[in-house]
């Protein structure tokens, strides 16, 4: 069989939308693969690799149905290659092909790898747009500098006028461009009964854990027989609609709250299509078009404050991160602005602590392969932060264990918003918190077995102690950054005992950091 032209589709190209499909040839051969390169850079989730298969291999079926020549490749049939670019190189010989394209990849590395084939291959190779982000690739200069502060609110006051998104005229819809203050609640014992039930999916994952055993693929987390989340762009429309029908208005008032004591306190009023998205299957535009269909006829039952967080969301965040992964990159997975050099305690792969936060995030992450922002962030990012732990393992962790993560979108999310790694490219100051956010914005204190008001002594919270800690190891850091004034005048107030014994609170508590 010969193909003029090969077409490479990465995993996370899976846009049935795309340009490319409007015209069926014979003499072009889409290539989908199971690489062994791609289960293999970081230890994923295991249902991280299912569903990825699991949606290649449906993109695969669904191309064939439309017409398109499709050469779709397993673990099995890929094995004896180290690479994609050896792929590469011999599927254009077998085909005979005289063309190779390959739409932009949304990691470095990927690009980097995929530039270098470019000059290997003796024959032309182009490079083609995903037709995906709502910010065109070559704009993001025009917005973005090198290692520069961009406020976030800034591009997403930006994006909302240029898309005419929650605008009337040349001003905001409702006056103001967030409501940030509404939407901060906590869960009230009464509210806890009318949390949705997430919309789960029965994608049979037998055969590709079959195949991640067969060829021995390093994994975390636990193996679920079916992949719950969307695997094509049918059941990733259906999502959307259920989570505009039964999520979307609560989903501002919510967004930031936690709580243990719910059958689906792991999904919440979260819309969990950000797999659906990163993976092409749905764009930005439809999403947020359809969210604002459904605020426009709700008649009042979706009010503003949860429309206008749901699009900050994608509109603002997604984009911006994008950006600011782009402008900075390689350079930004070397930033460690703490000097943070500890190692991740052992329990982040199994969550066996007594801090009831990190135990409830960290399971959750570890059983579905998902866990929204807050707990992300204020979580086991903070956690992580106030112990000092080494950005490459934190990455690594985070890139590995959420379904959703891909380089483009994990790494500003965790160098920048978690560890302040950049020492403030994004964040203007360190999301740093002790006890008393995490007893605010969830329930998760009053099962711990550590006290929340307690400072010091056996049963106080960690999180009291490493945070003043944090702050006095990181003091001439923190003093520059106006946004820390507070908790740093704070600590300037404290007697010299009372930091020396602080100090050897969290001293004991990192050099005890396995069994917390």
């Given at each position: 069989?010969?193909?003029?032209?090969?077409?490479?589709?990465?995993?996370?190209?899976?846009?049935?939308?795309?340009?490319?499909?409007?015209t069926?040839?014979?003499?072009?051969?889409?290539?989908?693969?199971?690489?062994?390169?791609?289960?293999?850079?970081?230890?994923?989730?295991?249902?991280?690799?299912?569903?990825?298969?699991?949606?290649?291999?449906?993109?695969?079926?669904?191309?064939?149905?439309?017409?398109?020549?499709?050469?779709?490749?397993?673990?099995?049939?890929?094995?004896?290659?180290?690479?994609?670019?050896?792929?590469?190189?011999k599927l254009?010989?077998?085909?005979?092909?005289?063309?190779?394209t390959?739409?932009?990849?949304?990691?470095?590395?990927l690009?980097?790898?995929?530039?270098?084939?470019?000059?290997?291959?003796?024959?032309?190779?182009?490079?083609?747009?995903t037709?995906?982000?709502?910010?065109?690739?070559?704009?993001?200069?025009?917005?973005?500098?090198?290692?520069?502060?961009?406020?976030m609110?800034?591009?997403?006051?930006?994006?909302r006028?240029?898309f005419?998104?929650?605008?009337?005229?040349?001003?905001?819809e409702?006056?103001?461009?967030?409501?940030?203050?509404?939407?901060?609640?906590?869960?009230?014992?009464?509210?806890?009964?009318?949390?949705?039930q997430?919309?789960?999916?029965?994608?049979?994952?037998?055969?590709?854990?079959?195949?991640i055993?067969?060829?021995?693929?390093?994994?975390?987390?636990?193996?679920?027989?079916?992949?719950?989340?969307?695997?094509?762009?049918?059941?990733?429309?259906?999502?959307?609609?259920?989570?505009?029908?039964?999520?979307?208005?609560?989903?501002?008032?919510?967004?930031?709250?936690?709580?243990?004591?719910?059958?689906?306190?792991?999904?919440?009023?979260?819309?969990?299509?950000?797999?659906?998205?990163?993976?092409?299957?749905i764009?930005?535009?439809?999403?947020?078009?359809?969210?604002?269909?459904?605020?426009?006829?709700?008649?009042?039952?979706?009010?503003?404050?949860?429309?206008?967080?749901?699009?900050r969301?994608?509109?603002?965040?997604?984009?911006?991160?994008?950006?600011m992964?782009?402008?900075?990159?390689?350079?930004?997975?070397?930033?460690?602005?703490?000097?943070?050099?500890?190692?991740?305690?052992?329990?982040?792969?199994?969550?066996?602590?007594?801090?009831?936060?990190?135990?409830?995030?960290?399971?959750?992450?570890?059983?579905?392969?998902?866990?929204h922002?807050?707990?992300?962030?204020?979580?086991?990012?903070?956690?992580?932060l106030?112990?000092?732990?080494?950005?490459?393992?934190?990455?690594?962790?985070?890139?590995?264990?959420?379904?959703?993560?891909?380089?483009?979108?994990?790494?500003?999310?965790?160098?920048?918003?978690?560890?302040?790694?950049?020492?403030?490219?994004?964040?203007?100051?360190?999301?740093?918190?002790?006890?008393?956010?995490?007893?605010?914005?969830?329930?998760?204190?009053?099962?711990?077995r550590?006290?929340?008001?307690?400072?010091?002594?056996?049963?106080?919270?960690?999180?009291?102690?490493?945070?003043?800690?944090?702050?006095?190891?990181?003091?001439?850091?923190?003093?520059?950054?106006?946004?820390?004034?507070?908790?740093?005048?704070?600590?300037?107030?404290?007697?010299?005992?009372?930091?020396?014994?602080?100090?050897?609170?969290?001293?004991?508590?990192?050099?005890?950091?396995?069994?917390?």
């Open positions: 069989m010969k193909a003029k032209h090969l077409r490479l589709i990465l995993g996370d190209q899976l846009n049935p939308m795309h340009t490319w499909f409007e069926i040839s014979d003499d072009v051969i889409y290539v989908i693969a199971e690489l062994h390169q791609e289960a293999t850079y970081t230890k994923h989730h295991i249902q991280k690799i299912t569903a990825f298969f699991a949606a290649m291999e449906d993109f695969a079926k669904y191309l064939k149905t439309q017409g398109h020549q499709v050469c779709y490749l397993t673990l099995n049939d890929t094995q004896e290659y180290t690479s994609i670019n050896q792929l590469i190189h254009t010989k077998t085909y005979a092909s005289e063309t190779f390959y739409q932009q990849p949304d990691e470095y590395r690009r980097v790898q995929l530039a270098e084939l470019s000059e290997q291959l003796t024959l032309p190779v182009y490079e083609v747009d037709e995906h982000f709502l910010l065109p690739f070559n704009e993001i200069p025009t917005h973005f500098g090198v290692q520069t502060h961009v406020r609110e800034g591009f997403y006051r930006y994006m006028k240029h005419s998104i929650l605008m009337e005229g040349t001003k905001p409702g006056g103001a461009w967030n409501f940030d203050s509404n939407n901060r609640q906590s869960f009230k014992k009464s509210d806890l009964q009318s949390i949705p997430p919309l789960i999916f029965d994608n049979p994952a037998e055969s590709y854990l079959a195949r055993e067969k060829h021995k693929i390093n994994t975390m987390g636990k193996a679920s027989s079916n992949v719950a989340y969307p695997i094509n762009r049918e059941q990733s429309l259906t999502l959307l609609d259920y989570f505009c029908k039964n999520q979307l208005p609560n989903f501002g008032n919510f967004q930031d709250a936690m709580t243990q004591a719910s059958p689906y306190s792991w999904s919440l009023y979260h819309s969990r299509l950000s797999f659906s998205l990163n993976c092409k299957m764009s930005s535009a439809e999403v947020i078009q359809t969210a604002l269909t459904a605020y426009r006829k709700s008649e009042g039952a979706i009010t503003l404050n949860q429309i206008e967080g749901f699009a969301q994608i509109l603002g965040w997604r984009e911006y991160v994008r950006g992964y782009w402008i900075n990159m390689p350079n930004y997975a070397q930033q460690n602005f703490f000097n943070a050099q500890r190692n991740l305690p052992n329990w982040f792969w199994n969550g066996e602590t007594d801090m009831n936060c990190l135990k409830h995030a960290i399971s959750q992450s570890l059983e579905h392969a998902y866990a922002h807050i707990q992300r962030l204020m979580i086991t990012g903070n956690f992580a106030l112990a000092g732990i080494a950005p490459d393992q934190v990455d690594e962790w985070y890139l590995g264990i959420y379904i959703d993560a891909i380089e483009w979108v994990e790494l500003p999310n965790t160098r920048s918003m978690a560890l302040f790694a950049d020492g403030g490219w994004i964040a203007t100051k360190p999301y740093s918190a002790s006890g008393n956010y995490v007893n605010k914005m969830s329930d998760y204190c009053k099962s711990c550590y006290n929340v008001k307690e400072k010091l002594g056996d049963s106080a919270c960690p999180l009291n102690s490493l945070y003043w800690n944090f702050i006095g190891e990181n003091y001439d850091k923190l003093s520059a950054n106006p946004r820390m004034s507070f908790p740093v005048r704070n600590w300037d107030k404290m007697q010299e005992d009372q930091k020396i014994e602080i100090k050897e609170k969290a001293t004991q508590l990192l050099n005890n950091i396995e069994h917390l």
